[in-house]
T-cell receptor, first 114, second 112 residues
């Protein structure tokens, strides 16, 4: 069964450094998302992306964050200058062609900021 | 009032029991309702997806949506130890938004 894959599974970074989290969505999906889950808290929406542009973003997704689809298969989340509070699980998700179809999640990247 | 509320549990049941998991929500604009299962250190795995009110059954799982009460449920029949996980409700569709709004999750343990 097709799946969303994320790399790396665990990323440890010094505060203030840039980090790039990578995702390969399901191949025929056109809508892409990033969510995060701080330990013990809810899964929270960060951003949605369609047709090479952001379609919606949350208040969390400030100027430190950016997303990109650099080629036909990868979808990336960049955090420019990491803070301690960015430590969380980051999940990528994708869905099919039209709106409000089920979103399928990867297993996440655990980001630890030191 | 929180947008989506879900009792975090933990919930512990014997193998074979019927499990009932619930969420309430405050925003009547939600139209799409989902249940995800999350094993430790894994991503949410889609179990059930429903649009508007009604019931949907898939094997041992039944999802119910009551929009008038702003209440959704997931029932698991003949529960198995492999069902032990955290169950997340999620909903979307308010104002045409794609974003999922999650509950906090209920941790379920099914004891052999």
């Amino acid at each position: 069964e097709p799946e969303v894959t994320q790399t790396p599974s665990h990323q440890v970074t010094q505060m203030g450094q840039e980090v790039i989290l990578r995702c390969v969505p399901i191949s025929n999906h056109l809508y892409f998302y990033w969510y995060r889950q701080i330990l013990g808290q809810k899964v929270e929406f960060l951003v949605s992306f369609y047709n090479n542009e952001i379609s919606e973003k949350s208040e969390i997704f400030d100027d430190q964050f950016s997303v990109e689809r650099p080629d036909g298969s990868n979808f990336t989340l960049k955090i420019r200058s990491t803070k301690l509070e960015d430590s969380a699980m980051y999940f990528c998700a994708s869905s099919e062609t039209y709106s409000n179809q089920p979103q399928h999640f990867g297993d996440g990247t655990r980001l630890s900021i030191l | 009032q929180k947008e989506v509320e879900q009792d975090p549990g933990p919930l512990s049941v014997p193998e074979g029991a019927i499990v009932s998991l619930n969420c309430t929500y405050s925003n009547s604009a939600f139209q799409y309702f989902m249940w995800y299962r999350q094993y430790s250190r894994k991503g949410p795995e889609l179990l059930m997806y429903t649009y508007s009110s009604g019931n949907k059954e898939d094997g041992r799982f039944t999802a119910q949506v009551d929009k008038s009460s702003k209440y959704i449920s997931l029932f698991i029949r003949d529960s198995q130890p492999s069902d032990s996980a955290t169950y997340l409700c999620a909903m979307s569709g308010q104002g045409g938004s794609e974003k999922l709004v999650f509950g906090k999750g209920t941790k379920l343990t099914v004891n052999p």
